[in-house]
C-alpha cells in the first residue's frame, strides 16, 4: 500500500492508513481511536444544532477501510461513544450499520473516558486494555509505560511548513516505543503535538505520520 | 436634491447660541430641519468637518426643547463605541450651553449593568449606541415599551456600514423599529460616496431608492485636499512594500507638521514603519503606534494621548480610518499604494477638519509600479471621482441571527415578519422560500434528515406563529450577538506582566522558542505558549527572525486599477513621472510592448530551466490568487507542468516545465476557466471554509469561542471545516452552504474581477514571446520566494538577485540605444 506510512512501534511493523486507522499487517489487526459516534446529537441536546451526520459519516469510512483490509480484528481505542447515552441516540439506519461492523469480525471496544463502559449490546468485546504480541491497546497514554503502548484519547494533529503554505492535519506520533493514533471520528479536532500534554509522552523526541488529502505523510523527528 | 428655498429658520434659543459662537446655521443644517419638520428621513452626505454631527441632531435637540417629551426619542447608531462616547460628549456642549431638558447616555458591551437596566425602564430623550447594542435591546420582551414613542434614528458613518454585515443586522433592526415606532424618521450622516442610492435605499422604510420618503442633503464641498507624492532622492526601488528608503524624508515632514497620522495598509508595515521612524528620531518626538492587534487598552491611550496633543505623530493602520476627530491634525503620510481613492479620501479627511482649509497629504509610494498608483490616485482625487462596491444582498446568516433575537423578545407570526424584513433593504428582494429555509434553519437547524424534532429552538403552532422552545436560548442569543467573527487569536504577555494584544494563531504556530519577531513596537523573544497565552519576553538586536506578521491586505480597486492601465497606456504622460519610472516604462516599450487599458498583456519567456508566464491583469492579488489557482489547473491538464505562480496586486506569473505558445493563450484564458475548475476548487478552497466558519458563528451554528471556553490539553472542541466537510457530502444544498457559497461569491469580489476580465479580454489578448524577462515583469519576479524580507543578510541576497534581473531586463543589444 504506497499510500500508507510504515513504521516500527516495540518491534510490530505498523502502518499508518490515510483514513486515519492503523493496520498491524502480521495480525491482521484494524485499529482506530476516538469515534465519537453522536456528537452531533450530543451537541444539539444542548443548542448547538450540528448536522446530524457526523455517526453515518464515520460508520461508513469505517467500513471502507474494513472492506478494503479485511481485518480479523478491529480494536476501537475508546470515546468510542460522545457520551454515556450516544448509544441510545443512534438511529434504526446507524444501528444497523454498526450491529454489521462487529459482526463482520472479532471486535473488540476499550472503555474511554467519554464512554467508560461502552454499551454490551452492540456486539465486540469489552476490555480496559488488551495486550497483543509486543503491543498494549489502551485508550489513553500511560507516562512511565510506554513499550509498545498503542493509544489515542489526545487526537493530535500537526502543522508543518510547505513551500507553497502552511498545512495542518491529523497525524500518528510514535518515537518506536508507543504510538498515538489519530482521532477517527468525523467531528473529532484535534491537539497540536507540540502542547505538553501530547510532547511529554516523548521525551527523545517523535516522528509525525501527517494525513494528507490521500496519502500519508511521514516527517522526520521532531525535539 | 431639493434646492428650492426652506423657508425655515432655527429657533431663537439656538439662533442665539449659534451667533454667540460666531456660527451662522448651514444650508444643510436648515435643510435637515425641513425634513424632520415634514417627517421625512434623510440622507446628509458631507465631509469631514462640515457640522455633519450637529446636523443630524439639531432637528431632534430643537424638537426636545420644549421640555414636554419623555422617553426615548432619538436613537443614533455608530460603528465604534469609541464614536458614541465622543458624540456624547460633543453633544453635551450644546445641551448645557442652551440649558435644554435632554438627557443623554451611551450604552454599548462596556456599560454597567444597573445602567442598562435603568435605561431599558427609564431610557433617556437620546440614546448612543453600536448595531450590536441595538440588536441586545430589541431581543428584550419589553422592547416594544421602550421604542414605542421613537421619533428619529440617526445613522453615523453610514458609508462604512452599509453594504457589510454589520449592515445587514442595523438595517434588520431598523424594520424592527419601523414596526414598532411606524412614525420613527431615519437620519444617515455619510462622507462623500460612490454609490449614493444604496444608502437611499438604505434608509427608506421600502427597502428601495425609488420610494421618495428619503430627502437627499448635501453638505457643502470641502476645499480639494493638497495631495503630493514624496519622491524619494536617489533610486526607486523594483519591488518591496515597507518604502523605508523613504523614511528619512517622511521623519522631515513629520517634524515640519503639528501632528501627523502615517497611515500604513498592513499591520506588518506598521511595526516596521515604527521602528524605523524611532530609529531615526534624534529629536526624540512623540511617536506612536495604532493597529487592530494591540490590546485595547493600549490603543484607547494612544486615542487619548493623540486627543490631547501629547502626540506629534501616529503610525496607524485601518483601524484609525473611521472615528474621532482631532482637530489638531495637519498631515496625512500614506505609505505605500492607497489601493483606492475614496479609501485614500477617507484617510486624507482625518486632517485638518475645517471646510475652509485643504487638508494636507503626502503618498509614499515604496516601489515602482506603486508609482504609478499613487499618481492614478492623485488623478482620481482631481477628478473627484470615487470607487467603491456596489451593495450585495444581505447575509442569510445574520438573517438568521435576527429571527431568534425577533424570538428572544416574544412570540412572531412568519407572514408579518416577512413582510418586515423585505421592508430592509439588503433583504428587498428575498424569496419567501428562502426565508421559510433560514427559519427552518433557526427551528431545527433545517437538515433533510429530521432527527432534532426534541432539540428545536423554536416552537411553530403550525399556523404561522412561532416563539422561543426554552429560555436557554435567550442566553445564548445574548452571548453571541453581532456579525464580527474574529480569527482564532491568542495573547501575547510580556513576560509576567502586560498584554500586549493578540496575534493569529496561524502566527504562532511558525515560531519556535528562541525566536524574534517585531510586535506592539518591541522586538520579542518568543518563549513558548503557556495554555492560550504567548510568553514573551523583551529581545536585543536589530533584526527580528520571523518578521513581523502581515495583516489586513487591501485589494486594489477595480476604479484604480484602470487608471493605473490608462497611466501605463498613454506615454505622453509618462515625462510628469520621475525619471528611473520613465526609464523603466520606456524600456518596456523597447524590449517589449506596453498593456493596453483593454485587453490583457501576456509574456512568455525562458529563465533559469524553467518557462514562465506573466500576465498584466491589474485586478488584484487576491483576484491574481484564486486565478493563478485556476490557471494551474487548467495548465496541468493541458500538459504545461505548471511549477508554480506568484501574484502581486497588478500581474499574475506562472512558471511551468513547456512554454506556451501563441495558440494556447486565448485557450488558458478562455471565460469557461470560472466554469469547470472553480466549483471544485472554491469547495476545496480555504477561502470557502473561512467562509464557512464565519457564517455558522453568526447564523448560530457553532459559538464564538469565549474566553474560559479555549482548548485546554484535555479539551478539544469540533472545528467549523470538519463541520462544512459532513455537511457538504451529505446534505450540499443545505441553507447555511448556500449562504456560504453566496458569500463567498459576493461578499469577496475576486471572482467577480476574474470574470469581469475574461469577458473584457476576450479576443484581445496580446502575447509576446520575448527571449528574456521584460522589465515590467521584474517586480514580480521578486516577488518569488520573498517570504522573509528582514534584515541585512537577507537583503544583501534578495539585492544580488534583483541586480542580475534587472541586468536580464534592460540589457541592450549591442548598438541599441533607448529611444529617450
Known amino acids: 500500500m504506497p499510500n500508507t506510512a510504515r513504521f ?3 518491534g510490530a511493523l505498523l502502518a499508518g492508513d490515510p483514513s486515519g486507522a492503523l493496520w498491524w499487517a502480521e495480525r491482521r489487526a484494524l485499529i482506530v481511536a476516538d469515534l465519537h459516534l453522536e456528537k452531533g446529537t450530543g451537541f444539539a441536546r444542548r443548542g448547538t444544532l450540528l448536522p446530524p451526520y457526523d455517526t453515518r459519516e464515520t460508520l461508513t469510512r469505517l467500513e471502507a477501510v474494513m472492506s478494503r483490509l479485511s481485518p480479523d480484528i478491529v ?3 475508546g470515546d468510542s461513544f460522545h457520551d454515556g447515552d450516544a448509544a441510545a441516540r443512534l438511529d434504526a439506519g446507524d444501528t444497523a450499520l454498526l450491529s454489521r461492523l462487529t459482526a463482520a469480525c472479532d471486535w473488540r471496544w476499550i472503555a474511554g473516558n467519554h464512554d467508560p463502559a461502552p454499551p454490551g449490546d452492540w456486539g465486540g468485546r469489552v476490555d480496559s486494555e488488551i495486550v497483543l504480541g509486543s503491543l498494549v ?3 489513553e497514554a500511560i507516562l512511565d509505560r510506554a513499550a509498545g503502548e498503542i493509544s489515542g484519547h489526545f487526537h493530535p494533529k500537526a502543522t508543518v511548513q510547505t513551500r507553497a503554505r502552511r498545512i495542518s492535519g491529523r497525524c500518528f506520533v510514535t518515537d518506536g516505543q508507543r504510538l498515538v493514533l489519530p482521532a477517527f471520528g468525523a467531528y473529532t479536532g484535534g491537539l497540536d503535538v507540540t502542547t505538553p500534554a501530547i510532547a511529554r509522552l516523548f521525551p527523545r523526541g517523535f516522528d509525525i505520520h501527517l494525513i494528507g488529502r490521500t496519502k500519508v505523510h511521514s516527517l522526520p523527528r521532531i525535539k | 436634491m431639493d434646492t428650492a428655498p426652506l423657508n425655515i429658520t432655527l429657533p431663537a434659543k439656538f439662533r442665539d447660541w449659534f451667533a454667540a459662537r460666531g456660527w451662522q446655521a448651514h444650508d444643510h443644517q436648515l435643510a435637515m430641519l425641513a425634513a424632520a419638520r415634514d417627517g421625512r428621513s434623510a440622507l446628509l452626505i458631507a465631509p469631514t468637518g462640515g457640522g455633519k454631527t450637529l446636523a443630524g441632531f439639531l432637528p431632534s435637540l430643537v424638537e426636545l426643547a420644549d421640555g414636554d417629551y419623555s422617553g426615548l426619542h432619538t436613537l443614533y447608531v455608530s460603528p465604534l463605541k469609541a464614536l458614541a462616547v465622543d458624540i456624547h460628549r460633543n453633544l453635551e456642549v450644546p445641551v448645557a450651553e442652551m440649558n435644554l431638558p435632554v438627557r443623554i447616555e451611551t450604552r454599548t458591551g462596556d456599560t454597567p449593568q444597573s445602567k442598562r437596566l435603568r435605561q431599558r425602564t427609564k431610557p433617556p430623550q437620546m440614546l448612543l449606541t453600536t448595531p450590536e447594542s441595538l440588536a441586545l435591546l430589541l431581543s428584550y420582551p419589553d422592547a416594544p415599551q421602550m421604542f414605542a414613542g421613537l421619533k428619529c434614528v440617526v445613522l453615523d458613518e453610514l458609508h462604512a456600514i452599509a453594504g457589510t454585515k454589520r449592515g445587514d443586522l442595523l438595517a434588520l433592526g431598523l424594520a424592527r423599529l419601523s414596526s414598532l415606532a411606524p412614525g420613527c424618521r431615519r437620519v444617515g450622516l455619510s462622507a462623500t460616496v460612490a454609490h449614493r442610492d444604496p444608502l437611499i435605499a438604505y434608509l427608506s422604510a421600502e427597502g428601495r431608492a425609488g420610494a421618495g420618503d428619503v430627502v437627499l442633503v448635501a453638505g457643502g464641498e470641502a476645499a480639494k485636499p493638497e495631495v503630493k507624492i514624496l519622491l524619494p532622492r536617489g533610486r526607486m526601488p523594483w519591488s518591496g512594500h515597507m518604502a523605508v528608503f523613504a523614511l528619512p524624508e517622511v521623519y522631515e515632514a513629520v517634524k515640519a507638521a503639528k501632528t501627523a497620522i502615517v497611515f500604513v495598509n498592513t499591520r506588518a508595515q506598521a511595526e516596521i514603519v515604527f521602528q524605523e521612524l524611532w530609529r531615526l528620531n534624534d529629536d526624540n518626538l512623540p511617536i506612536g503606534l495604532h493597529h487592530g492587534s494591540l490590546a485595547v487598552e493600549q490603543r484607547r491611550k494612544v486615542e487619548a494621548a493623540m486627543a490631547r496633543g501629547a502626540l506629534r ?31 485614500l479620501l477617507q ?24 508609482v504609478l498608483e499613487c499618481r492614478a490616485a492623485l488623478d482620481g482625487i482631481r ?29 412572531f407570526q412568519a407572514d408579518a415578519l416577512y413582510a418586515e424584513i423585505a421592508s430592509a433593504a439588503p433583504y428587498a428582494g428575498l424569496d419567501r422560500q428562502i426565508f421559510d429555509d433560514v427559519l427552518e434553519f433557526c427551528a431545527t437547524g433545517g437538515y433533510a434528515l429530521r432527527s432534532y424534532e426534541r432539540y428545536r429552538r423554536l416552537i411553530g403552532d403550525g399556523e404561522g406563529g412561532w416563539r422561543l422552545a426554552h429560555p436557554v436560548h435567550l442566553r445564548r442569543y445574548r452571548m453571541n450577538v453581532g456579525t464580527i467573527v474574529e480569527a482564532v487569536t491568542l495573547k501575547v504577555r510580556l513576560n509576567r506582566g502586560p498584554i500586549l494584544g493578540e496575534v493569529e494563531e496561524y502566527f504562532v504556530m511558525g515560531l519556535n522558542p528562541g525566536d524574534t519577531f517585531l510586535f506592539a513596537g518591541r522586538l520579542l523573544r518568543f518563549n513558548g505558549l503557556k495554555e492560550t497565552t504567548v510568553q514573551a519576553s523583551p529581545a536585543t538586536g536589530d533584526a527580528p527572525k520571523i518578521p513581523a506578521y502581515a495583516g489586513g491586505r487591501l485589494p486594489l480597486s477595480t476604479y484604480l486599477a484602470d487608471r493605473v492601465r490608462g497611466l501605463l497606456q498613454d506615454d505622453a504622460n509618462w515625462p510628469t513621472l520621475p525619471a528611473p519610472v520613465e526609464e523603466w516604462l520606456r524600456m518596456q516599450q523597447f524590449r517589449s510592448i506596453m498593456p493596453r487599458r483593454e485587453g490583457l498583456l501576456v509574456e512568455s519567456f525562458p529563465r533559469g530551466g524553467k518557462e514562465f508566464l506573466v500576465a498584466y491583469c491589474f485586478e488584484g492579488r487576491n483576484a491574481h490568487q484564486t486565478l493563478g489557482m485556476l490557471l494551474t489547473r487548467r495548465m496541468e491538464r493541458l500538459g504545461f507542468g505548471p511549477l508554480g505562480f506568484v501574484a502581486s496586486d497588478y500581474v499574475l506569473a506562472v512558471w511551468s516545465l513547456k512554454p506556451v505558445q501563441a495558440g494556447d493563450i486565448d485557450a488558458l484564458f478562455a471565460e469557461d476557466l470560472l466554469g469547470d475548475d472553480l466549483e471544485e476548487w472554491m469547495n476545496e478552497s480555504s477561502m470557502l471554509r ?44 443545505h441553507v447555511l452552504l448556500r449562504a456560504t457559497r453566496a458569500d463567498a461569491a459576493g461578499g469577496l469580489t475576486d471572482i467577480g474581477r476574474i470574470s469581469g476580465m475574461l469577458g473584457r479580454i476576450k479576443g484581445r489578448i496580446t502575447h509576446r514571446r520575448l527571449d528574456r524577462i521584460s522589465p515590467l515583469a521584474v517586480p514580480v519576479m521578486l516577488e518569488i520566494g520573498r517570504e522573509q524580507v528582514y534584515g541585512a543578510a537577507l537583503d544583501d541576497l534578495l539585492g544580488e538577485t534583483a541586480e542580475s534581473l534587472i541586468e536580464e531586463a534592460t540589457r541592450m543589444p549591442p548598438q541599441a540605444r533607448l529611444p529617450l
Request: glycine share 8%; aromatic share 4%.
Open chain 1, 8 to 10: 516500527e512501534v516495540n
Open chain 1, 75 to 77: 480494536i476501537s481505542l
Open chain 1, 137 to 139: 491497546f489502551r485508550h
Open chain 2, 313 to 343: 505623530a501616529v503610525v496607524a493602520t485601518s483601524s484609525l480610518d473611521l472615528g474621532i476627530d482631532w482637530a489638531a491634525v495637519d498631515l496625512v503620510v500614506q505609505i505605500g499604494a492607497p489601493k483606492g481613492v475614496s479609501r
Open chain 2, 347 to 370: 484617510r486624507i479627511g482625518r486632517a485638518n477638519h475645517r471646510l475652509d482649509t485643504p487638508s494636507r497629504a503626502l503618498l509614499v509610494p515604496a516601489n515602482r509600479f506603486e
Open chain 2, 383 to 411: 477628478a473627484m471621482e470615487l470607487d467603491g462596491d456596489p451593495p450585495r444582498p444581505g447575509g442569510l446568516d445574520v438573517l438568521a441571527q435576527h429571527i431568534i433575537g425577533t424570538a428572544c423578545a416574544g412570540p
Open chain 2, 690 to 733: 473561512r467562509t464557512f466558519r464565519n457564517v455558522a458563528v453568526i447564523a448560530g451554528l457553532i459559538e464564538k469561542r469565549s474566553p474560559g471556553q479555549e482548548k485546554t490539553g484535555r479539551q478539544v472542541t469540533f472545528s467549523a471545516d470538519l463541520i462544512y466537510d459532513v455537511l457538504r457530502k451529505h446534505e450540499p444544498s
